[in-house]
């Protein structure tokens, strides 16, 4: 997605961002800190590897992480919240309670 193709609805665009569950569960994760990929992989229930790969590389290419290889054989990479992506905690924390609510609703 280039910059210049972003949607005019901020909700449109906050969608586009974050458009799928394993975003979601990446962005949980992250906020704790810095994490390998095998950690993420290991955090994240039923994920493959391509689809881990995939969803790491559109969220780089969205200024929603980094991601920092170290010249070391095998090779380490950590994944890194940028502050960009560290801004959506208060929309997940706001995902968490209304879960924790809905949850209880329903029971």
């Known amino acids: 997605m280039l910059k210049k193709d972003l949607p005019a609805c901020p909700v449109e665009l906050t969608l586009l961002l974050i458009s799928n569950k394993w975003k979601v569960l990446i962005i949980r994760d992250l906020l704790d800190g810095t994490k390998r990929f095998s950690e993420l992989k290991k955090s994240i ?63």
Do not use: A, F, H
């Open 45 to 107: 229930n039923n994920i493959s590897q391509k689809v881990l790969t995939s969803n790491l590389r559109e969220m780089e290419e969205n200024d929603l992480l980094t991601r920092k290889v170290y010249p070391e054989v095998p090779p380490r990479v950590e994944y890194t919240l940028t502050d960009i992506g560290y801004s959506l905690k208060t929309l997940l924390d706001d995902m968490d309670k209304w879960g924790t609510w809905y949850r209880s609703e329903v029971s």
